[in-house]
């Protein structure tokens, strides 16, 4: 049995947002009201700057409920809250062996989810978790730069028949310009990377084309079409805008995630795997005390 819970309250709330125009209809290339964005020295729109997606895609890419986390000791600080998904359609079309591997992955989640033991996090998913990415523009590259582990992709401008040397975790990025849109081909990505915190998963053989379109100064709409026949049963597209961080000095800092999970991944490795510390944290800042404690 899937585990949603597509309440009348998430129904509603869709059917009202459609109501009002709020569709997940292709973007004109000219962007939201005939917006032509600034343009760089070499003629192209200007997309450089910090950005950051708002929502709660990032736990699940689909329509959902909210519901328990995987710590019930957070109770509502480690909750799951609802969202109304990015998807097109409401559902992704998973072949049905596909969909029975995402509900197990979901039923077992914080042990498997790549992104948990710090491992990056592939694209698409590293432009909504909630983190922000800085995107800078040259005429020969396109540089994103994530702030969650560090992770990094270059997409080439000028090499359309660059063929990956080998698969990667944030995959082989071609580009190229469709008027107002950055169009992004993403290749040859590493099968382990997962859409979200729910299990949702593709193959080695999925491809990505993400499209990138300024609305106005401080928004970008975002577009992502999978294709990958040996999970889904069609190409399906999630979209989202994306929000400028306007914050006064905005810069990306580090969050070098390898260190938090080190328990999680090699704690068994101890002599005495059932001996595995409790982690106690006091005090905040450069204050901040934390005291490997051995269990009670």
């Known amino acids: 049995m899937r585990n949603r819970l597509k309440t009348t309250m998430i ?5 009202a947002v459609l ?3 709020f569709t997940l209809a292709p973007q004109t290339v000219e962007g939201q009201d005939g ?3 600034p343009r760089t020295a070499d003629g192209q729109p200007d997309l450089n700057g910090i950005w950051q997606a708002l929502g709660a895609q990032h736990y699940d890419i689909e329509p959902h409920a909210a519901r328990f986390g995987p710590v019930v000791e ?10 109304l998904g990015i998807v097109e359609g409401g559902e992704i079309p998973y072949r049905p062996e596909a969909r029975a591997q ?9 042990e498997r989810d790549p992104a948990t033991k710090c491992y990056m996090p592939g694209i698409p998913r590293a432009n909504y978790m909630p983190y922000p990415f800085q995107l800078v523009q040259t005429p020969e590259y396109v540089l994103f730069a994530y702030e969650f582990a560090s992770a990094s992709r270059i997409v080439y401008m000028d090499r359309p028949d660059f063929e990956a040397p080998v698969d990667s975790w944030m995959g ?16 040859a990505q590493m099968p382990d990377t997962w859409f979200d915190m729910s299990g949702n998963h593709h193959s080695v053989n999925m491809a990505v084309e993400e499209r990138w379109t300024a609305l106005s100064e401080n928004h970008l709409m975002y577009e992502a079409t999978i294709t990958d026949d040996e999970i889904f049963t069609r190409p399906w597209t999630i979209r989202m805008p994306m929000y400028r961080r306007i914050d006064e000095n905005m ?8 260190e938090f999970a080190e328990e999680l991944m090699y704690g068994h490795l101890r002599k005495d795997p059932d001996l595995t510390p409790v982690f106690r944290a006091s005090g905040y800042g ?6 490997l404690e051995p269990p009670q």
């Open 11 to 15: 129904a509603g709330a869709t059917a």
């Open 102 to 110: 995402q509900q197990e992955n979901l039923n077992f989640w914080l």
């Open 74 to 83: 957070m109770a509502a600080h480690g909750a799951i809250p609802a969202g």
């Open 286 to 291: 450069s204050d901040r005390e934390i005291v």
């Open 19 to 21: 109501a009002v125009g």
């Open 172 to 187: 082989h990025n071609i580009g190229r310009w469709e008027g107002e849109s950055l169009v992004i081909d993403v290749t």
């Open 251 to 258: 810069q990306l800092l580090e969050y070098k995630c390898v």
């Open 35 to 37: 917006y032509r964005a």
